[in-house]
Nanobody, 126 residues
């Protein structure tokens, strides 16, 4: 089992940058693939980015490609989401999530992740 705590959210102007962090408890962090999702008011939770267990492979949603970068530091039990060129439509609560490295099913789907953080608010003003 793993517990996840996000941080780094806040209010930023359009075109600005933020870096989100997700700290994981436990000694088995490297056995999990990690994902970032977001949920705007009145909308479904959507996939943002994911990184595999050792950081060699990354995946992005179409709306953030070229602007967001996901990475992880297994020595620090932390996954990051670097966000640049932020837009008002990026405003949402951002969640990190974990799934076992051998999990089946699409890493792009909310239901394929077993563990979730509490979320951190990102607000981009125009």
């Amino acid at each position: 089992q793993v517990q996840l705590v996000e941080s780094g959210g806040g209010l930023v102007q359009a075109g600005g940058s933020l870096r989100l962090s997700c700290a994981a408890s436990g000694r088995t962090f490297s056995t999990y693939d990690m994902g970032w999702f977001r949920q705007a008011p009145g909308k479904e939770r959507e996939f943002v980015a994911a990184v595999n267990w050792n950081g060699d492979s990354t995946y992005y949603g179409d709306s953030v490609k070229g602007r967001f970068t996901v990475s992880r530091d297994n020595a620090e039990n932390t996954v990051y989401l670097q966000m640049i060129s932020l837009k008002p439509e990026d405003t949402a609560v951002y969640y990190c999530a974990a799934r076992g490295r051998y999990s089946s099913g699409s890493r792009y789907e909310v239901g394929r992740y077993a563990y979730w953080g509490q979320g951190t608010q990102v607000t981009v003003s125009s």
